[in-house]
T-cell receptor
Framework: DVKVTQSSRYLVKRTGEKVFLECVQD?????MFWYRQDPGLGLRLIYF???????EKGDIPEGYSVSREKKERFSLILESASTNQTSMYLC???????????FGSGTQLSVL | GENVEQHPSTLSVQEGDSAVIKCTYS??????FPWYKQELGKGPQLIID?????GEKKDQRIAVTLNKTAKHFSLHITETQPEDSAVYFC??????????FGTGTRLQVTL
């Protein structure tokens, strides 16, 4: 079974801290994605990557950056965390554009 | 970008009844129409998908129907069971690798 692993299930950070969310997939997927999920807003795409060292902005990239140095790993970085970035963060991956997305279990981030 | 609307936002049905969730989209170039199910504490999981060259697809108790002219597709769950209780998302896709998710439908199956 494909596995997408997110490094933390729960994370509490202070305003202004630099935050790293890590995601690893074990199926050699080309594409990797970061979404945030908020009640009533569904899943919104932050960034995605279709190859190593490649990245594309999603719908809400402001305040975030990403890194993909290796194919299996996709990191989401909050340069200076703010309270409005308190949310559930979901990582996903797939082989191609019209293929099934595999999601991690999510990281619930609280910024105080 | 794609404008996606999903209705209803919440749905409560009795065990054994049917449930229907509708997703409308704006981009006429959309050609891939998946539905994801998210159980509490987990990431979403694909349950069924359809491509634009077919109008309906069925997998046991779940089915998806597509109306490309009207730009909507629907998820149908028959003989609902308590384990169907979850949040369901549609995610129509046009030309890029970037899915746009609907805002979700919370389905509650009551005994």
């Amino acid at each position: 079974d494909v596995k997408v692993t997110q490094s933390s299930r729960y994370l509490v950070k202070r305003t202004g801290e630099k935050v790293f969310l890590e995601c690893v997939q074990d199926m050699d997927h080309e594409n990797m994605f970061w979404y945030r999920q908020d009640p009533g807003l569904g899943l919104r795409l932050i960034y995605f990557s279709y190859d190593v060292k490649m990245k594309e902005k999603g719908d809400i990239p402001e305040g975030y950056s990403v890194s993909r140095e290796k194919k299996e790993r996709f990191s989401l970085i909050l340069e200076s965390a703010s309270t409005n970035q308190t949310s559930m963060y979901l990582c996903a991956s797939n082989w191609g554009a019209h293929e099934k997305l595999f999601f991690g279990s999510g990281t619930q981030l609280s910024v105080l | 970008g794609e404008n996606v609307e999903q209705h209803p936002s919440t749905l409560s049905v009795q065990e054994g009844d049917s449930a229907v969730i509708k997703c409308t989209y704006s981009d006429s170039a959309s050609n891939y129409f998946p539905w994801y199910k998210q159980e509490l504490g987990k990431g979403p999981q694909l349950i069924i998908d359809i491509r634009s060259n077919v109008g309906e697809k069925k997998d046991q108790r779940i089915a998806v129907t597509l109306n490309k002219t009207a730009k909507h597709f629907s998820l149908h769950i028959t003989e609902t069971q308590p384990e169907d209780s979850a949040v369901y998302f549609c995610a129509p896709l046009a030309s890029t690798s970037k899915l746009t998710f609907g805002t979700g439908t919370r389905l509650q199956v009551t005994l």
